[in-house]
Structure formats: structure tokens, C-alpha cells
């Protein structure tokens, strides 16, 4: 299976909104409602920020929001924070029954 | 909320297979609403997903890895293993076990990762 395809890097300035795409195919993002989101700081393990599309856990800003369109999910952080400087990963349910995860994008808040 | 641990030989030689064990507490290994899991992520590069195991008989695998790993569960020490034969140096990486949780289709838990070098 191939890695879902995400740009390997976006900037914003701080109280800027930025988006960050995920594509992949009919036999993942866009055959599923399953997709989710992660945000890794240097060193540190993924912390989950936004599962089945839209939907953000507990204790995440709701400055946070996904949404998919056909075979492309999206992450949009708005009012950009120096704290929001990290790398994203998305991750698919696939027909397989299998998981599988974006390339990474790096976000730098300029 | 359920902590997990890794642990394991930080070196592996070539052709030698790589295991690792995750520790779960604060939460039971027999409990219904997780898969357990691998993930892994090699020095300045992506996640990718290595495989979960929901019972001793319930497992899947990425296809690309599929012919070398193997997982099983400990239900008496609450504990998942992983093992990964005729490793090469490229799986050296940063092993992370992690819930997969049934109902949101999303890892929710982490461990805190455990670096594996595989070099002679």
C-alpha cells in the first residue's frame, strides 16, 4: 500500500489559518470516514487531534478541524500559535482492512 | 486513561529478529475496545504502520512487512509483543506501540517510543 500523499511543508504566521491535505484513493480516505490526524513535536510520541474526518477528542483546541472531500481529507488550524509548530501525519482505514499514513508535513509558524 | 511502555534490545544485528514488548497499565489487555498496535518511524521520516493485534487469532499486517512480523498477546502479564525477522538496517526506527481504538478508528495512547539500531 502506498503512503497517503501529503505537501512536505506549509508555513503561516501567527493568528493565520492554514490547511494541510491529504490525498489518497477511493480505498482509503475516500471509502472511509476514518481518517485521523496527529501532531508530533520534536522527539515526542503523535498525539491524536482530530479522528473520523471532523471530530476532535477531548482537551483539543477547537481551533483544529478537519474535513474530506472525495479521496482528499484536510486539516485547517486557524488563529495560528507559535505551540502549533510541529509535523502532522494523516491516517486511513483502507479496504484492506490495513492502516495506512500520509507522508508527514512539516508546519512552520513564520 | 492507559499508559504503555516498550521495551527491548536497543541493537539488533543483521538477519537477526527484532521483538519488543509493550506493557499496558491503567487498563486491561483483555478489554474489547482496543486494537494493539505497532508503528514505527525511522530517524527524520513518516510514521508507518506496522500491524495490530485485537486477540491471539485477530492481527493485521502492512503488506509490505507482512511476511516478517509476527504479534501476540499476554493477557497474564497485560502485555504485546512484536517480532520482526531478517532485519536489515533499513528498520532501523523509533518503535511505537499504541491503542487503535475500535470505536473512534484513531490511536489514542501512545508510548513514549523505544529507538531500535539494527547494525553489526
Known amino acids: 500500500q502506498s503512503a497517503l500523499t501529503q505537501p512536505a511543508s506549509v508555513s503561516g504566521s501567527p493568528g493565520q489559518s492554514i490547511t494541510i491535505s491529504c490525498t489518497g484513493t477511493?480505498?482509503?480516505?475516500?471509502?472511509?470516514?476514518?481518517v485521523s490526524w496527529y501532531q508530533q513535536h520534536p522527539a515526542k510520541a503523535p498525539k491524536l487531534m482530530i479522528y473520523?474526518?471532523?471530530n476532535r477528542p477531548s482537551g483539543v483546541s477547537n481551533r483544529f478541524s478537519g474535513s474530506k472531500s472525495g479521496n482528499t481529507a484536510s486539516l485547517t488550524i486557524s488563529g495560528l500559535q507559535a505551540e502549533d509548530e510541529a509535523d502532522y501525519f494523516c491516517l486511513s482505514y483502507t479496504s484492506s482492512n490495513t492502516l495506512v499514513f500520509g507522508g508527514g508535513t512539516k508546519l512552520t509558524v513564520l | 486513561q492507559v499508559q504503555l511502555q516498550e521495551s527491548g534490545p536497543g541493537l539488533v544485528k543483521p538477519s537477526q529478529t527484532l521483538s519488543l514488548t509493550c506493557t499496558v497499565s491503567?487498563?486491561?489487555?483483555?478489554?474489547?475496545?482496543?486494537?494493539w498496535s505497532w508503528i514505527r518511524q525511522p530517524a527524520g521520516k513518516g510514521l508507518e504502520w506496522i500491524g495490530r493485534i485485537y486477540t491471539s487469532w485477530s492481527t493485521n499486517f502492512n503488506p509490505s512487512l507482512k511476511s516478517r512480523v509476527t504479534m501476540s498477546i499476554d493477557t497474564s502479564k497485560n502485555q504485546f509483543s512484536l517480532k520482526l525477522s531478517s532485519v536489515t538496517a533499513a528498520d532501523t526506527a523509533v518503535y511505537y506501540c499504541a491503542t487503535y481504538r475500535r470505536d473512534l478508528r484513531s490511536f489514542d495512547y501512545w508510548g513514549q517510543g523505544t529507538l531500535v539500531t539494527v547494525s553489526s
Open positions: 491503567d487498563g486491561s489487555i483483555s478489554s474489547g475496545s482496543y486494537y
Open positions: 477511493s480505498s482509503d480516505v475516500g471509502g472511509y470516514n476514518y
Open positions: 473520523e474526518v471532523s
